[in-house]
C-alpha cells in the first residue's frame, strides 16, 4: 500500500534556527517524492522533487531534502528560518505519475 | 511558467444549486486533477482525467460529477450543492506518467448556505 506519513502537524521555530519537517513514505515500488508549500488561501506551489536520481535534493528558498531509501525518509530542511517560510506544507508521493498520495500536512510557525 | 487557473477564488452558492468550477491549464498536460481540502484532512481526491472525455473517479466523488470536453479544461459540478461541500476546492495538472509533478491552481473557496 502507498502511504505518506507527515509526523509532525505542527512545527514552530525562531526567524534564522534551522527548520526540519519529517516525512515518511509506503511504496511497493521505487517512489517519487516532493514538497509543496501552501501560503494562507493559495494554490500548492513545488519546493522540490525527487525522482531517482541524486538522493540530495535542493529546491527553492533554500530548502533541501534527503531522500533515504533504508528509513523510507524524506525530510525536508532549511538551514536557516525566515519569516516568510511560514506556511502549510505537504509531503507528496507517487510511482506513476498518475496518483499522488499527499501527507497530511505541517503547519510551521516562524517566531520573530 | 506553467499556469493554472480557476474560475473563481471566492464563490458563495446556496443549497440545491448547481455549481460549476473550472480549470485551465496552458501546458498541455494530460491529467488533470480535482481535490477538496479540508482542515484536518489533508487534501483529497475528487476526479481525475487523463484524457479528454475520460475521466476516474477519485476517494471521494459522491455528489460531483466533472466533464472534461477539451484537454486544457477541467470542469468540476456539484449537481446539487450541500453545506458539507463547503470548502477549498484546487485543481491541478500533470504530464502522463513518468514526466513530472503536479502543478496546482490557486484554489477556489465554495461556502454553500
Known amino acids: 500500500a502507498q502511504s505518506v506519513t507527515q509526523l509532525d502537524s505542527h512545527v514552530s521555530v525562531s526567524e534564522g534556527t534551522p527548520v526540519l519537517l519529517r516525512c515518511n513514505y509506503s511504496?511497493?515500488?521505487?517512489?517519487?517524492l516532493f514538497w509543496y508549500v501552501q501560503h494562507p488561501n493559495k494554490g500548492l506551489q513545488l519546493l522540490l522533487k525527487?525522482?531517482?536520481?541524486?538522493?540530495l535534493v535542493k529546491g527553492i528558498n533554500g530548502f533541501e531534502a534527503e531522500f533515504k531509501k533504508s528509513e523510507t525518509s524524506f525530510h525536508l530542511t532549511k538551514p536557516s528560518a525566515h519569516m516568510s517560510d511560514a506556511a502549510e506544507y505537504f509531503c507528496?508521493?507517487?510511482?506513476?505519475?498518475?496518483?499522488?498520495?499527499f501527507g497530511s500536512g505541517t503547519k510551521l510557525n516562524v517566531k520573530p | 511558467d506553467v499556469k493554472v487557473t480557476q474560475s473563481s477564488r471566492y464563490l458563495v452558492k446556496r443549497t440545491g444549486e448547481k455549481v460549476f468550477l473550472e480549470c485551465v491549464q496552458d501546458?498541455?498536460?494530460?491529467?488533470m486533477f480535482w481535490y477538496r481540502q479540508d482542515p484536518g484532512l489533508g487534501l483529497r481526491l475528487i476526479y481525475f482525467?487523463?484524457?479528454?472525455?475520460?475521466?476516474e473517479k477519485g476517494d471521494i466523488p459522491e455528489g460531483y460529477s466533472v466533464s472534461r470536453e477539451k484537454k486544457e479544461r477541467f470542469s468540476l459540478i456539484l449537481e446539487s450543492a450541500s453545506t458539507n461541500q463547503t470548502s477549498m476546492y484546487l485543481c491541478?495538472?500533470?504530464?502522463?506518467?513518468?514526466?513530472?509533478?503536479?502543478?496546482f491552481g490557486p484554489g477556489t473557496r465554495l461556502t454553500v448556505t
Open positions: 482525467s487523463y484524457d479528454v472525455k475520460m475521466k
Open positions: 501546458m498541455d498536460h494530460e491529467n
Open positions: 525527487y525522482t531517482s536520481a541524486a538522493t
Open positions: 507528496v508521493h507517487t510511482y506513476n505519475f498518475n496518483k499522488f498520495y
Open positions: 511504496s511497493s515500488y521505487s517512489p517519487s
Open positions: 491541478a495538472s500533470s504530464f502522463r506518467q513518468g514526466r513530472g509533478e503536479q502543478y
